[in-house]
T-cell receptor
Framework: GAVVSQHPSWVICKSGTSVKIECRSL??????MFWYRQFPKQSLMLMAT?????????EQGVEKDKFLINHASLTLSTLTVTSAHPEDSSFYIC????????????FGSGTQLSVL | RKEVEQDPGPFNVPEGATVAFNCTYS??????FFWYRQDCRKEPKLLMS???SGNEDGRFTAQLNRASQYISLLIRDSKLSDSATYLC????????FGPGTRLSVLP
């Protein structure tokens, strides 16, 4: 089956630093990737949709200058949390939509971010 | 009204029980429907797509009623390993996740 690789799995950082999370589709081309955030015991919340070669579309309430998304190739999207603060601590998950994979979403394994 | 709503749960059932999950969606133009399962602090994994004619995969049966904008998932002969959160997902232009229903299968 399709594989999406996300790393790092776990990040602990100091407040004010920036953290980059990578999401790669390993065996298919992903024209669209999605970034989600999930707080404990809550559902997945879509943060943004990124299409290869164009600017990401952010959901209402998500700061685009804080959560920088780059989707420079068909197999790689990155999310950078700039100047992270403790309230940004969360589980971040990416997913990819393949061009020929019947609309199914494939998820990365997630990144647990803890900001001290 | 939320775009996708599910039973609030949690469901605590004994091994071997049959359990049903319900989901409703608000956008009548939604095109495709899925059930995912998510274990704690893991990524969601596709359980099955949901088709208008209904579909079955082993112990799992999914139903879709477009007129009522309702989706269901039935798990028969539940196993301990079925314990997870079950997410209803509806796709129009974006994939919208329901809040999930937590299932605990007890020995």
């Amino acid at each position: 089956g399709a594989v999406v690789s996300q790393h790092p799995s776990w990040v602990i950082c100091k407040s004010g630093t920036s953290v980059k999370i990578e999401c790669r589709s390993l065996d298919f081309q992903a024209t669209t990737m999605f970034w989600y955030r999930q707080f404990p015991k809550q559902s997945l919340m879509l943060m943004a949709t990124s299409n290869e070669g164009s600017k990401a579309t952010y959901e209402q309430g998500v700061e685009k200058d804080k959560f920088l998304i780059n989707h420079a190739s068909l197999t790689l999207s990155t999310l950078t949390v700039t100047s992270a603060h403790p309230e940004d601590s969360s589980f971040y998950i990416c997913s990819a939509l393949g061009t020929v994979l019947n609309e199914k979403l494939f998820f990365g394994s997630g990144t647990q971010l803890s900001v001290l | 009204r939320k775009e996708v709503e599910q039973d609030p749960g949690p469901f605590n059932v004994p091994e071997g029980a049959t359990v049903a999950f319900n989901c409703t969606y608000s956008n009548s133009a939604s095109q495709s429907f899925f059930w995912y399962r998510q274990d704690c602090r893991k990524e969601p994994k596709l359980l099955m797509s949901v088709y208008s004619s209904g579909n079955e995969d082993g112990r799992f049966t999914a139903q879709l009623n477009r007129a009522s904008q309702y989706i269901s998932l039935l798990i028969r002969d539940s196993k301990l390993s079925d314990s997870a959160t079950y997410l209803c997902v509806v796709n129009k232009q974006n994939f919208v996740f329901g809040p999930g229903t937590r299932l605990s299968v007890l020995p």
